[in-house]
Nanobody, 126 residues
């Protein structure tokens, strides 16, 4: 079992930056695919980014490429999402997810992840 706790969300103006953290406990995340998803009100949960040592990458949704960066520190059992040049359409609850056995084609599929955090709200004002 892996427990995930996100932090770092908040209110920021358009063009600003935030850094989200996802602290894992229960097991080491070394060997896990770690990902970020987001869900805006009234919308489905969507893939943002994933980091997998087995599959290369990192991987990003087109909407965040060049603005967001995922990183991981296995020694701290933590994954980060640096978000720059934020836009109002980035407003959502951001979730951290983990899975040990995903194949490459499933990295962006939220239904394939076994472990989830509780989410952290990111609000970008215009």
């Amino acid at each position: 079992q892996v427990q995930l706790v996100e932090s770092g969300g908040g209110l920021v103006q358009a063009g600003g930056s935030l850094r989200l953290s996802c602290a894992a406990s229960g097991q080491t995340i070394n060997g896990y695919v770690m990902a970020w998803f987001r869900q805006a009100p009234g919308k489905e949960r969507e893939f943002v980014s994933a980091h997998s040592k087995r599959h290369g990458g990192p991987f990003y949704a087109e909407s965040v490429k060049g603005r967001f960066a995922i990183s991981r520190d296995d020694a701290k059992n933590t994954v980060y999402l640096q978000m720059n040049s934020l836009k109002p359409e980035d407003t959502a609850v951001y979730y951290c997810a983990a899975d040990r056995s995903l194949i490459l084609s499933s990295l962006s599929n939220s239904a394939q992840y076994d472990y989830w955090g509780q989410g952290t709200q990111v609000t970008v004002s215009s």
